[in-house]
């Protein structure tokens, strides 16, 4: 590079930067010295200033046309929707990778057990903590009346399983024929059944066990066969905290704790002051074709809890209409996040890849 | 090339507020300076059009990054940038440019007019002009682009650093051998050269 080889890079980058008077004091007195006493180096200096003299000599070329931006420009595609930020496609790829993962998690678990969700037996243990959230408010009428009970045995339906699957069938529908003997209502205050319509699907379950925990206090007789529906309903009356927030708890309705006195106080006095429960069979437009009421039980609350004409609530159960997309909505839920997911990722990809084009 | 841009920052703050109108009279205020940038580093028409025109646009999209300073150099930053990335692409992708090479009749577009030249003056110019982009064009790009930055775009040294995205040693550096480089090119075609432009060499 260098026509004089006496000198050094710094020296041609020291005249250089002399040429356009950046250097500094001490630098530009140092050089100049060194000028003054140094032919070749003022020759060199000589020419760069003439090479520097001959490239500024290149005037600024005009620009061929007009360069100003017009809207479209500026604009991000019209099919773009998204934004095209970083913190947009990181969002999105983490969204989607979640959604992967859950839907793809979801995906294994439906395609190992098919029929878990469908099972009636699949999901008892579920179902009995519903039914023990559910059975507060009617057994806070059990207590506050005469009731009429209208169970309605429900058989095995694919959404709505009956209660626990320990309990035998057949002892319920003896109970049914034992208690419906006397039958006597009044002043029948039916819980209606519209109240029913939403409820979740423990409804029907808290309804079996009320069946359940009135069927071995109100009648000694039919004991053994009611024996094993006993301790469930016993069971199912031991959460009364949770059955407060019922909905349809009446005022001054006395906890399970004392609708279990009650009933045993019934066993006690026994049948003097007792009314019948009257089960009859009601036809509801949502009921289940295999669904049909087979249990009618006798309850008499003791007379220190019924010391006036005591008004008979007859509880109409009602199969609940439950909605069959849950089932559905179950099916299509893995395969929709992994869709969702896979979206999602290509959202990130393209917003991704616009934005390296961008730069 | 307009001789003085009033109310520059007037016209900035405007521009990143989302007027489009104020940043086109910034536009037509450098064009010539990103285009002739652009056309010294590319070294041919076509590649320049495309990258001002890129650069303009990404200068409009990232306006909000001004800091204030001189938004000339801010703006030959982004023009220089734009070039380096199509050469990069080019060096992945090489594509072929028999028809349009540096210092072709056809390539050094209209130079600004200067004060009532002759014709021979103009061809004068115009063969000197060839053989300085030839030169320019062989140094290495980022030689290249602080040479014209300095010696072309009159930016100083703090400028050019700032456009450059390096430090002022480097900007010393490069335009040293940048120069040297130029001086030994020009050397070598000397006797194209107007006898008042030859320089002299060690030999002379």
Same mark, same amino acid.
């Given at each position: 590079?260098?026509?004089?080889?006496?000198?050094?890079?710094?020296?041609?980058?020291?005249?250089?930067?002399?040429?356009?008077?950046?250097?500094?004091?001490?630098?530009?007195?140092?050089?100049?010295?060194?000028?003054?006493?140094?032919?070749?180096?003022?020759?060199?200096?000589?020419?760069?200033?003439?090479?520097?003299?001959?490239?500024?000599?290149?005037?600024?070329?005009?620009?061929?046309?007009?360069?100003?931006?017009?809207?479209?420009?500026?604009?991000?595609?019209?099919?773009?929707?998204?934004?095209?930020?970083?913190?947009?496609?990181?969002?999105? $790829?983490?969204?989607?990778?979640?959604?992967?993962?859950?839907?793809?998690?979801?995906?294994?678990?439906?395609?190992?057990?098919?029929?878990?969700?469908?099972?009636?037996?699949?999901?008892?243990?579920?179902?009995?903590?519903?039914?023990?959230?559910?059975?507060?408010?009617?057994?806070?009428?059990?207590? $506050?009346?005469?009731?009429?009970?209208?169970?309605?045995?429900?058989?095995?339906?694919?959404?709505?399983?009956?209660?626990?699957?320990?309990?035998?069938?057949?002892?319920?529908?003896?109970?049914?024929?034992?208690?419906?003997?006397?039958?006597?209502?009044?002043?029948?205050?039916?819980?209606?059944?519209?109240?029913?319509?939403?409820?979740?699907?423990?409804?029907?379950?808290?309804?079996?066990?009320?069946?359940?925990?009135?069927?071995?206090?109100?009648?000694?007789?039919?004991?053994?066969?009611?024996?094993?529906?006993?301790?469930?309903?016993?069971?199912?009356?031991?959460?009364?905290?949770?059955?407060?927030?019922?909905?349809?708890?009446?005022?001054?309705?006395?906890?399970?704790?004392?609708?279990?006195?009650?009933?045993?106080?019934?066993?006690?006095?026994?049948?003097?002051?007792?009314?019948?429960?009257?089960?009859?069979?009601?036809?509801?437009?949502?009921?289940?074709?295999?669904?049909?009421?087979?249990?009618?039980?006798?309850?008499?609350?003791?007379?220190?809890?019924?010391?006036?004409?005591?008004?008979?609530?007859?509880?109409?159960?009602?199969?609940?209409?439950?909605?069959?997309?849950?089932?559905?909505?179950?099916?299509?839920?893995?395969?929709?996040?992994?869709?969702?997911?896979?979206?999602?990722?290509?959202?990130?990809?393209?917003?991704?890849?616009?934005?390296?084009?961008?730069? | 090339?307009?001789?003085?841009?009033?109310?520059?920052?007037?016209?900035?703050?405007?521009?990143?507020?989302?007027?489009?109108?104020?940043?086109?009279?910034?536009?037509?205020?450098?064009?010539?300076?990103?285009?002739? =940038?652009?056309?010294?580093?590319?070294?041919?028409?076509?590649?320049?059009?495309?990258?001002?025109?890129?650069?303009?646009?990404?200068?409009?999209?990232?306006?909000?990054?001004?800091?204030?300073?001189?938004?000339? @150099?801010? =703006?030959?930053?982004?023009?220089?940038?734009?070039?380096?990335?199509?050469?990069?692409?080019?060096?992945?992708?090489?594509?072929?440019?028999?028809?349009?090479?540096?210092?072709?009749?056809?390539?050094?577009?209209?130079?600004?007019?200067?004060?009532?030249?002759?014709?021979?003056?103009?061809?004068?110019?115009?063969?000197?002009?060839?053989?300085?982009?030839?030169?320019?064009? @062989? =140094?290495?790009?980022?030689?290249?682009? *602080?040479?014209?930055?300095?010696?072309?775009?009159?930016?100083?040294?703090?400028?050019?650093?700032?456009?450059?995205?390096?430090? =002022?040693?480097? *900007?010393? @550096?490069?335009?040293?051998?940048?120069?040297?480089?130029?001086?030994?090119?020009?050397?070598?075609?000397?006797?194209?050269?107007?006898?008042?432009?030859?320089?002299?060499?060690?030999?002379?």
């Amino acid at each position: 590079m260098s026509t004089q080889p006496n000198l050094t890079e710094q020296d041609y980058e020291l005249l250089s930067t002399y040429l356009d008077g950046e250097l500094n004091e001490g630098e530009k007195a140092a050089l100049e010295t060194r000028l003054a006493a140094d032919e070749q180096l003022r020759a060199e200096l000589e020419a760069l200033r003439q090479t520097v003299a001959l490239v500024s000599s290149v005037r600024l070329i005009r620009a061929p046309r007009n360069y100003a931006l017009t809207a479209n420009m500026i604009q991000s595609p019209r099919w773009l929707v998204f934004p095209t930020t970083t913190a947009f496609s990181a969002l999105a $790829a983490a969204a989607a990778l979640l959604l992967i993962f859950f839907g793809t998690t979801l995906l294994i678990g439906q395609s190992t057990a098919p029929l878990l969700n469908s099972s009636p037996l699949a999901s008892n243990f579920e179902r009995d903590q519903e039914a023990q959230v559910a059975i507060q408010p009617t057994l806070a009428n059990i207590q $506050a009346t005469q009731v009429d009970v209208y169970g309605g045995e429900v058989t095995a339906s694919t959404v709505i399983p009956p209660f626990d699957g320990a309990v035998p069938q057949p002892e319920v529908a003896v109970a049914t024929g034992f208690f419906s003997e006397e039958s006597s209502s009044e002043q029948a205050a039916t819980l209606i059944p519209d109240a029913l319509e939403f409820a979740p699907p423990g409804a029907l379950t808290a309804i079996s066990g009320q069946l359940q925990f009135a069927a071995p206090t109100s009648q000694p007789t039919p004991t053994q066969a009611v024996e094993p529906l006993a301790a469930s309903g016993a069971a199912n009356a031991a959460s009364p905290q949770e059955a407060a927030s019922g909905e349809d708890v009446q005022e001054n309705a006395p906890d399970a704790a004392m609708v279990d006195e009650a009933a045993l106080a019934a066993t006690d006095t026994g049948s003097a002051d007792r009314e019948a429960v009257t089960a009859t069979s009601t036809e509801l437009p949502t009921a289940s074709p295999t669904q049909s009421p087979t249990a009618t039980l006798t309850y008499t609350p003791s007379p220190a809890f019924t010391s006036t004409p005591p008004p008979t609530a007859t509880i109409v159960p009602t199969t609940a209409p439950i909605p069959k997309t849950v089932g559905n909505v179950e099916n299509w839920l893995a395969p929709g996040l992994l869709l969702l997911g896979i979206l999602l990722l290509v959202v990130a990809g393209v917003t991704t890849w616009i934005r390296i084009r961008r730069r | 090339m307009v001789s003085n841009l009033e109310n520059e920052a007037g016209l900035i703050r405007s521009a990143q507020r989302g007027s489009l109108d104020a940043f086109n009279a910034l536009v037509l205020y450098y064009q010539d300076n990103v285009y002739s =940038l652009t056309y010294r580093i590319m070294g041919e028409s076509a590649a320049a059009d495309d990258a001002t025109q890129e650069a303009f646009i990404s200068a409009y999209r990232h306006l909000k990054d001004y800091r204030g300073g001189s938004f000339k @150099s801010w =703006l030959l930053r982004i023009a220089t940038n734009t070039c380096y990335d199509e050469l990069r692409r080019r060096k992945r992708r090489p594509i072929s440019l028999l028809d349009d090479m540096p210092g072709a009749e056809s390539d050094d577009g209209p130079a600004l007019p200067a004060d009532s030249p002759t014709p021979e003056q103009a061809a004068q110019q115009n063969e000197l002009n060839r053989a300085i982009q030839n030169c320019i064009q @062989s =140094l290495q790009v980022e030689q290249r682009s *602080v040479l014209i930055l300095s010696d072309i775009e009159g930016l100083s040294y703090q400028e050019i650093a700032e456009s450059a995205g390096v430090n =002022l040693g480097t *900007v010393k @550096s490069r335009l040293s051998r940048a120069r040297s480089g130029v001086r030994q090119c020009l050397q070598a075609v000397r006797e194209l050269l107007p006898s008042e432009f030859r320089l002299k060499s060690a030999d002379d």
